[in-house]
């Protein structure tokens, strides 16, 4: 919160230097649909020739009457004037703080990211999907699956299984997959328990 206040009140202090250069990116006289804008990003951005990574801890947008900026948590670094900020995993241009609405969600089929092709498994047949990343001996990531199940109705839970802890947990993840059982992985996922899970059996050359 000190960082953002401080933020503010660089963006204060230098609006006065960059009031001329402050134009809302909304006035643009030419305005390019959030496709077209994230097509000439990509395509750009497949020939970039030097990066240099910025001292910036966050950024955050800014609206001060008709003027429209970014501006980094400690205040450093200010964007003003005539930009387009392109969410690239949304999909869609960013032009007003009331545009931020739900950029934290990320549709990962979007950006070419399918769950079905991954390590899935699924709870509830609802029409919104959720994707969620677990490790089998999460406990957090336990907690959060005991509250799954009632949704179901409203959301399908695909379950990727990510064995980040270890030895152990991959050898887990190996049986819950492989099982051609998926009911009963499923199920023993949900108990955390993996004893009833048939032994994994590796194929000559596979």
Known sequence: MVKKLLGVSALL?????????????SQLETRKTDTEMTAEVKEVMRSVDEVKRLPVTGLSMVKAGDKTFLITDNGHFVVAGNFILVDMWQGK???????????????????????????TLTIGKGKKEVTIF?????????????????????????????????????????????????????KALIAKDYSTLPALVREEGS
């Open 13 to 25: 202090t230098l609006s006065g230097v960059i009031q001329a250069a402050g134009q809302d990116s």
């Open 93 to 119: 241009i960013i032009g007003s703080v009331a545009d931020t609405k739900g950029i934290e969600k990320v549709d990962l089929r979007k950006i070419g990211f399918n769950p079905d092709e991954l390590s």
């Open 134 to 186: 677990v490790d089998p001996q999460c406990n957090y990531c336990h907690e959060l699956i005991a509250q799954l199940e009632p949704l179901g109705n409203e959301y399908t839970f695909k379950l990727v299984l990510i064995p980040v802890l270890g030895k152990e947990s991959a050898e887990i993840s190996k049986k819950l997959i492989c099982n051609k059982d998926k009911a009963q992985s499923l």
